[in-house]
């Protein structure tokens, strides 16, 4: 596992740039299979853009059991993600899988790319009228969430 | 002291409170109206660690943090 | 469907490029989900590369049937492949796939080039000591092989 | 006459015979031991469309292509 593998940058994601910089990795390292993931803001719902909070210390503990996970299989899994505002048509969101042989790496992408929108510590923001509105709607409870809730909980 | 840290939307500045256990912790969020009803929703780390129950030991300079729903991507 | 979007290069394929390309194609169509898949020639078994021949009527056919499927879905497949020689560590491979959400791109990247592995009629060749050798170990017959074999047949 | 075209490895040049259906292509072939062994391990296009059965005529000018086991990627 490398930390150097989850990229975190201010705004939105130069993808070609940090495709390439991947690809050359992957090819000297003799992968022979290599998947991207790239998430961009769509235009619809009158928003102008998205933000984006997100906590670094869970998300480099969520990150490195992926990348041990993706070890024992002989792959390696890699990940950038924008904080604060990305524009429309922009991308927040790049993930990518290496491994030797093709099964193997189209498994752990899904794996990774559903999980990583179940349990990443990032909060997604609509931004409208150049105000965060919080996607409440489209935010999923993390695995154990609501042991705090002790009245609901005894009831 | 223990310090406690909403994460997120929430939207809420970090508190310093008096507490040896994260059951304390809970009851003593639960007196807090807008905070109150994040709870049902918060995942919660203690020392950046996500915890799955409140018998969990704190000591000073512990933190707590709740981390509501998310959405990545 | 878009022919265009089946692309055919004598030797390896410039990755960048093509990705480059694609993905600016996505964002200008607002999709949310951008996923590639890239075969790279591996060093192994020592070889000195891969060679390709590919038949394109029939190839053009089984792409064109895959872009009805994904569109049946708000999906669009596109992918480009070499013929001829191409070095280790250079790529032979693209395949993409474009959708507004993850989860049905995800899906079909995985259906997408499992199918094109079993059907695709594209014949691989190791290179060694500069000549070309079938691969035929690492081969699949092609859905409803050996109609012809009428001896065997009606034993 | 009809053109039987062998694509990929089978390194053969095309030829031409005279046949009425698709079944007198397959007798021709496997009268030719070079050709035989490959004939188990090959699906059949017709005019470049793959066929399932032997019972398809064929006209004068058809194109019968053998396609052996595949590998792209």
Known sequence: ?155 | MVKVEFLGPIGKKPIEIEAKTLKEVAEILNKDEETKKWLAECAVAVNDKLVSSLDVELRDGDRVSLLPPVCGG
Chains 1, 3 share one sequence.
Do not use: C
């Not at chain 1, 003799?30 to 869970?58: C, K």
């Not at chain 1, 490195?64 to 991308?91: I, N, T, Y």
């Open chain 1, 1 to 155: 596992m490398s930390l150097e593998f989850l990229e975190i940058y201010e705004g939105p994601l130069d993808v070609d740039l940090i495709f390439s910089r991947w690809r050359k990795w992957g090819e000297d390292k003799n992968y022979g299979a290599f998947i991207t993931f790239v998430g961009t803001v769509r235009e619809e719902d009158s928003i102008e853009g998205l933000s984006f909070d997100l906590y670094e210390p869970i998300l480099t503990d969520w990150f490195a059991g992926w990348s041990q996970r993706a070890s024992k299989e002989g792959a390696v899994v890699r990940m950038a993600h924008s904080f604060g505002d990305v524009p429309l048509h922009r991308s927040s969101y790049m993930a990518a899988v290496f491994s030797p042989k093709r099964a193997v790496a189209l498994r752990i992408i899904e794996e990774f790319v559903e999980d990583f929108k179940a349990n990443a510590p990032i909060w997604k923001y609509d931004i409208k009228k150049g105000k965060r509105v919080y996607a409440s709607d489209r935010s999923h409870k993390i695995e154990g969430a609501g042991i705090l809730d002790i009245e609901r909980g005894s009831r």
